[in-house]
């Protein structure tokens, strides 16, 4: 069974930074692109970032360039999100995704504020 | 980038209703789009890829259709459980884009 279980969501203040992780297991983790998507409370679904299979390709959305990075762990079965200069927009339930993007992990939140 | 324009944006439908969703990309996109569904606090689940392949385990009463510039999504017969939000996302090339979602709500 495929498995995405994301972490490291919470409160943080403006100009901060937090990591999410997503743990994959039930799947070839190494031979799949991986994605964050977030969603804003009462918003709908935006892409933030993808990520290719072997770290080759890194794609962002212009809304994070510059500010997050996406990056993963084959041998960990692991992707990240290191999210710094949080603004209050930036507010969301991060999803991980693998591509494309049938399995879903349950979202961790992100609330960014003073 | 490929603007998805998603209409209409809400709708009030019956039980048994046939239900038609349709998002329009800003340029071609071949056959590179998915339609998902999400029920509120719920995680998105994925109904139709590659604009007309429906997901395993998905009814048969949702159907897509669509290549290049527009796309469908139809529900043949609203089921209690269809009430819900419907996106679509490219995913013809970066950045990826959604469109702003159909809510579809009990007439």
């Known amino acids: 069974e495929v498995q995405l279980v994301e972490s490291g969501g919470g409160l943080v203040k403006p100009g901060g930074s937090l990591r999410l992780s997503c743990a994959a297991s039930g799947f070839t983790f190494s031979s799949y692109s991986m994605n964050w998507v977030r969603q804003a409370p009462g918003k709908g679904l935006e892409w933030v970032s993808s990520?290719?299979?072997?770290?080759?390709?890194?794609y962002y959305a212009d809304s994070v360039k510059g500010r997050f990075t996406i990056s993963r762990d084959n041998a960990k079965n692991s992707l990240y999100l290191q999210m710094n200069s949080l603004r209050a927009e930036d507010t969301a339930v991060y999803y991980c995704?693998?591509?494309?993007?049938?399995?879903w992990g349950q979202g961790t939140l992100v609330t960014v504020s003073s | 980038d490929i603007q998805m324009t998603q209409s209409p944006s809400a709708m009030s439908a019956s039980v048994g209703d046939r239900v038609t969703i349709t998002c329009r990309a800003s340029q071609g996109i071949s056959n590179y789009l998915a339609w998902f569904q999400q029920k509120p606090g719920k995680v998105p689940k994925r109904l139709i890829y590659a604009s007309s392949s429906l997901q395993s385990g998905v009814p048969s009463r949702f159907s897509g259709s669509g290549s290049g510039t527009e796309f469908t999504l139809t529900i043949s017969s609203l089921q209690p459980e269809d009430f819900a939000t419907y996106y679509c996302l490219q995913h013809n090339s970066y950045p990826l884009t959604f469109g702003g979602g159909t809510k579809v709500e009990i007439k």
């Open positions: 995704s693998c591509y494309p993007f049938d399995y």
């Open positions: 990520i290719s299979s072997s770290s080759s390709y890194i």
